[in-house]
């Protein structure tokens, strides 16, 4: 019937609402260019280089280089999409806000539960990074002090437990919510030190590597399949420039300053993982590398001892910075969440003293230290992989509709390269044939490309992407390649997570969501006004 069909139009309408654009700071704006460019180096350069570089290394051998450019090429086509869309909508919240503000409500709160996720376990895995490189610091010094301090596995079960990565978490907490100033005064003093000890790291490993390490073992153990999924688990190594748009409503001239620091903090970090990759294989067979330390146990393995304190100690720092990073843009989803209702409003307090969003911080830092206690460093990289793709899918998605104002047949398009993208990754885990995988990948590149027919709008940024569709289009197909090379048990968890976001969603966000009761009261309001008239008539 016409009514239900109504009913129907509307439920669709509401759960596709949108909200607007903030034009109003919620927070003090303090933070320079420079704050922001060593932002995005706190929160980039860290895990990637000092700890998950190992994990990846040791499956992929000297081919890391390619992960390496692979990761980075796909994470620098992400970081241009953020970059359009900080400096058109420069709001705390990154990719959810992004959006919220483009295509409404649901689709808004699959990207702030993702996000949620990968920056919890983000948090999470650095945290157990920054235990490992502490206990490989100690021995330096005193290895009788260090056992205390190690992971105790759980028999029969795939977990082990870290005491030292939850304590350091609540620490960085503790010491986040006195300041973001303060936090980015620290942040700069850390990378620093981190990035002097970087250049240390590829000027020895070259002077002191053997050019046989690269000659005399295979340079690509598990074929391209292995690049790309190094690539694809090294991705969580770049993103740490999305802390930057979390910190959007903090800074001085986002619109300009925002972007620009995007494309500094990521281009750099590229350069250096690059060279600092090189520099490992180059000194170390890959089959020998210590996946918990692999810088500083390189070189204490040549017998420069005191490299590897160096290296201990800048990695120390590094970890440090990225973990406070982290920490930092996670208290920032969290409360971009909370202030639209979607979660409890409790997060959404800032500190009257401070200016940070205290409650937000202590929240986030508390669910973080959960996962750190249990998840080893292996299950929660993989699983931050897929959360960090996905935002960057639906970042450069927000931009194609954006940028075309909702036309149809674009809308189609983009709809048509998701789901062939979708079919390339299931093809790709059924083991189809090469030529059947290529066909549905041209199919996904073609649906792109044809975008490009149609005529865009202007944004208004202040920075906009060159060659029109196409950098968002590469942004999309690559990410969503990229995720299928890390296995269906990884996507098994994903898929949980998100059912139980949905469940939130259903029990709490839709029925606090302040969309959605500004949406309710309009409602309310215009029935009134029948009543009236109606009344008035009679």
């Not at 000659?215 to 090294?234: W, Y």
């Not at 969603?505 to 009134?528: C, I």
């Amino acid at each position: 019937t016409w009514g239900n069909i109504r009913l129907r139009l509307m439920w669709g309408a509401a759960l596709l609402a949108r909200k607007k654009a903030e034009t109003k700071a919620r927070f003090h704006p303090v933070l320079t260019l420079t704050d922001l460019t060593f932002a995005g180096l706190g929160g980039i350069i860290g895990s990637g280089i000092f700890v998950l570089i190992g994990v990846v290394v040791v499956e992929v051998g000297p081919s890391i280089v390619l992960s390496l450019m692979m990761a980075g090429f796909v994470a620098f086509l992400a970081a241009l999409c953020y970059a359009e869309f900080a400096s058109i909508a420069p709001n705390a919240g990154s990719a959810y806000s992004y959006t919220y503000i483009i295509m409404g409500e649901v689709p808004a709160w699959i990207v702030g539960w993702v996000l949620i996720l990968e920056c919890t376990v983000g948090v999470a895995a650095i945290s157990r990074g920054w235990a490992d490189y502490t206990v490989n610091l100690l021995q330096n010094f005193s290895p009788s002090m260090t056992d205390r301090f190690l992971d105790y596995p759980i028999e029969g079960t795939p977990f082990s437990l870290s005491f030292v990565a939850p304590l350091i978490i609540l620490l960085i907490t503790f010491l986040t919510t006195l300041g973001i100033h303060e936090s980015l005064l620290a942040n700069i003093i850390l990378c620093s030190v981190k990035i002097f000890v970087l250049l240390v790291v590829i000027t020895g490993g070259f002077a002191l590597g053997k050019s046989e390490n690269w000659t005399e073992q295979p340079f690509a153990p598990k074929g391209f399949g292995g690049i790309a999924s190094g690539a694809a688990t090294l991705i969580f190594a770049f993103y740490g420039f999305d802390s930057l748009c979390n910190l959007s409503e903090e800074a001085i001239d986002p619109t300009r300053n925002v972007p620009l620091g995007i494309v500094l903090s990521c281009g750099i970090s590229t350069l250096l993982y690059i060279g600092t990759g090189a520099a490992l294989i180059s000194l170390v067979p890959y089959t020998e590398i210590d996946v918990h330390a692999p810088l500083s146990s390189a070189f204490a393995s040549k017998g420069y001892e005191w490299i590897s304190t160096l290296v201990a100690l800048g990695a120390f720092s590094g970890i440090t910075s990225a973990l406070l990073m982290s920490v930092v843009s996670q208290a920032r989803v969290l409360f971009s969440l909370a202030d639209d209702g979607l979660i409890p409003g409790i997060l959404a307090k800032i500190h009257e003293k401070y200016e940070t969003p205290a409650n937000a911080t202590i929240g986030g830092g508390l669910f973080a230290a959960c996962f750190a206690l249990m998840l080893d460093l292996e299950s929660l990289a993989h699983l931050i992989a897929v959360g960090t793709l996905f935002a960057f899918a639906a970042v450069a998605t927000n931009l194609l509709i954006f940028r075309f104002q909702f036309n149809k047949w674009v809308l189609c398009l983009v709809a048509s390269m998701w789901f062939w993208t979708i079919i390339f990754n299931i093809s790709y885990w059924g083991g189809a044939p090469v030529w059947c995988t290529v066909i549905f990948l041209v199919l996904a590149l073609g649906c792109g490309f044809a975008i490009a027919l149609f005529e865009s709008k202007p944004t208004g940024g202040a920075f906009v992407i060159p060659f029109g569709p196409l950098v968002p289009t590469l942004a999309v197909v690559a990410n969503l390649t990229a995720i299928s090379s890390l296995g269906l048990s990884v996507w098994i968890r994903f898929v949980f997570w998100m059912v139980a976001g949905f469940v939130v969603y259903a029990l709490y966000g839709f029925h606090h969501s302040k969309v959605q009761l500004a949406r309710l009261a309009e409602t309310q309001s215009v029935d009134d006004d029948k009543k009236t008239l109606l009344g008035d008539e009679e």
